[in-house]
Nanobody
Framework: QVQLVESGGGLVQAGGSLRLSCARSRRTFSTYGMGWFRQAPEKEREFVSAISWSGRTTNYADSVKGRFTISRDNVNNTVYLQMNSLKPEDTAVYYC???????????????WGQGTQVTVSS
């Protein structure tokens, strides 16, 4: 069974950093676009960032540009999200996603991770 397993969430003060990881269980994901979405309490799930299967192309939500960096390691089947200069409004459950195309939105996602909580205190 295909799985995406996130790790790296936690509690951090405003201005701090966290790195999220998403481990993929199948090598076929090397041809998938990968990305991160997040959902805050009582809000819709929103796009954060995505990366093409080659890793050469990335895109970001305006709210995280310049602060977050997405990367992937197709040899080790892992996608990362480096989050710097975190703000309280970044607090959310972060979900890893895999889609058979790039760029992609939530409707294109074939596989979701279980989510990891990120909490940024002021």
């Amino acid at each position: 069974q295909v799985q995406l397993v996130e790790s790296g969430g936690g509690l951090v003060q405003a201005g701090g950093s966290l790195r999220l990881s998403c481990a993929r269980s199948r090598r076929t994901f090397s041809t998938y676009g990968m990305g991160w979405f997040r959902q805050a309490p009582e809000k819709e799930r929103e796009f954060v960032s995505a990366i093409s299967w080659s890793g050469r192309t990335t895109n970001y939500a305006d709210s995280v540009k310049g602060r977050f960096t997405i990367s992937r390691d197709n040899v080790n089947n892992t996608v990362y999200l480096q989050m710097n200069s975190l703000k309280p409004e970044d607090t959310a459950v972060y979900y890893c996603a895999a889609a058979p195309r790039y760029p992609f939105g939530a409707a294109d996602v074939d596989y979701w991770g279980q989510g990891t909580q990120v909490t940024v205190s002021s």
